[in-house]
């Protein structure tokens, strides 16, 4: 991460004035990286954290960032961030839904954290919708779940039906996946996304350590707040 700083910052050709956090994975199966963390940890938080504060270091031009989050922060059962140990996210049972939705969380309090520690650079937290892209590759029909994924809270809760669900729920999301009708599948195209983003990035003004859904502010969940 600090090589791709540099990288980073090379590539603007100029001073830096904004950065857009948005690695991110949903990973099925729990996988450590060289590091010894939870690949999801590691991609969707602690390298984006670690990016920012390297070029924080050297660019004093740097006074926005997008930190991409998700309505799936709302999803965690835990009402709660649960970093007291990153290493015990390895020893837990492995949860892909709770798992995602924690880094999510992560990012929508990485915004807040970042308007108090650099007053000088305003830091927003975004949803960009469920968006067409590689987020899904892990998903193998959504068998690897013990209850469908459900981050906009539209499944009931009701356990008698849960295999309906989870079999309604994985023949959606594959049709949505593989579907040449474009608009009538319920994703996001990339380009439509990348403009909800760039509205946290190039609007005039924002509230810094606020949450951004669709571009408009919203209010993040109890945890996120």
Known sequence: TRAGAAAVAAAARGPLEGLVLNAGC????????????????????????????????TEESLTRVVSLSSSAHASTRKDALDLDDAKEWTARAFDPLENYSQT??????????????????????AHPGVVDTGLFRDFDGLSFL????????????????????????????????????????????????????????????????????DGEPTEACAAGT
């Open 104 to 125: 999510k969380l992560m990012n929508a309090l990485l915004a807040r954290e970042l308007k108090n520690r650099h007053p000088s650079v305003d830091c927003v937290a």
């Open 146 to 213: 013990e209850r469908p994924p459900d981050p906009f809270g539209v499944l009931p809760d009701v356990d008698e039906t849960l295999e309906a669900l989870l079999k309604g729920a994985s023949g959606a999301l594959q049709v949505a996946m593989d579907s040449p009708l474009g608009s009538l599948a319920p994703f996001k195209k990339p380009r439509d996304a990348a403009r909800d983003v760039a509205a946290g990035l190039l609007s005039p003004s924002v509230e810094s350590g606020a949450y951004y859904s």
């Open 26 to 57: 949903w990973p099925t199966t729990l996988r450590l990286t060289e590091d010894e963390l939870e690949v999801a940890l590691q991609t969707n938080h602690v390298a984006q954290h670690l990016l920012f504060r390297e070029l924080a270091k």
